[in-house]
């Protein structure tokens, strides 16, 4: 099983006001565009705007719908010891940003952020 990345989907509305993007998925979408690779090492999943996000709420739990997400494979090491995923339903994941893009730059051998 590969790691599960979730992000919102581009151009939602939020109240009446866009099209917008989340700021949060912006710096991961930018990790995947440098290192495009990452696409076939992870499945990526663009999620709706509104909730309830059914594929978080069936894996996390209601409480854990905020994105972006990126959920561990079971067997899968963390290589950064200074990272510390949450958990959830036995699943562990990774819920900000700086942690998801730490984690692949440290999973995949990428450069870190300067």
């Given at each position: 099983m590969k790691d599960q990345l979730y992000l919102l989907r581009p151009g939602f509305y939020n109240v009446g006001v866009g099209p917008l993007y989340c700021g949060d998925s912006l710096p991961v979408e930018g990790l995947l565009s440098f290192?495009?690779?990452?696409?076939?090492?992870?499945?990526?999943?663009?999620?709706?705007?509104?909730?309830?996000?059914?594929?978080?709420?069936?894996?996390?739990?209601?409480?854990?719908?905020?994105?972006?997400?990126?959920?561990?494979?079971?067997?899968?090491?963390?290589?950064?010891?200074e990272l510390t995923p949450k958990q959830a339903r036995n699943k562990r994941f990774f819920a900000d940003e700086r942690s998801i893009r730490r984690y692949l730059s440290a999973r995949y051998d990428l450069p870190e952020a300067g």
């Open positions: 290192f495009p690779q990452l696409r076939l090492l992870l499945d990526v999943h663009y999620l709706d705007f509104p909730r309830p996000r059914g594929a978080l709420v069936s894996a996390l739990g209601e409480e854990h719908q905020g994105i972006p997400v990126l959920i561990l494979a079971d067997d899968r090491e963390i290589p950064d010891e």
